[in-house]
Nanobody, 120 residues
Framework: VQLQACGGGLVQAGGFLRLSCAAS????????MGWYRQAPGKQRELVAG???????NYADSVKGRFTISRDNAKNTVYLQMNSLKPEDTAVYYC???????????????WGQGTLVTVSS
């Protein structure tokens, strides 16, 4: 199983980016999906999560600016980031809670991370 994240880059404050993360490989089912981020010198933190049914949750720092969504047919999760701030600068990681077989337990699988840099 692989999670491939893309869409990061350099943007000015107030700008926007859209991250995407596609899960591929031997996947039986995907439950929750989400995005975390890790800024230099800081711990990894949850940015947003979405259940298989579409319920979402967000970190207080991104509410009203970021939107998480998913396409279950494509095993893909997205993060639309608007009104970006310099403090949003971080490596963004996607994660998926999934099963690789009908009898397997759910496990977290992580993407490789994509760098988002917001200049002031």
């Amino acid at each position: 199983v692989q999670l491939q994240a893309c869409g990061g880059g350099l943007v000015q404050a107030g700008g926007f980016l859209r991250l995407s993360c596609a899960a591929s490989g031997s996947i039986f089912s995907i439950n929750n999906m989400g995005w975390y981020r890790q800024a230099p010198g800081k711990q990894r933190e949850l940015v947003a999560g979405i259940t298989s049914g579409g319920s979402t949750n967000y970190a207080d720092s991104v509410k009203g600016r970021f939107t998480i969504s998913r396409d279950n047919a494509k095993n893909t999760v997205y993060l639309q980031m608007n009104s970006l701030k310099p403090e949003d600068t971080a490596v963004y990681y996607c994660v998926a809670l999934l099963r690789i077989g009908v009898t397997s337990l759910e496990s977290d699988y992580w993407g490789q991370g994509t760098l988002v840099t917001v200049s002031s």
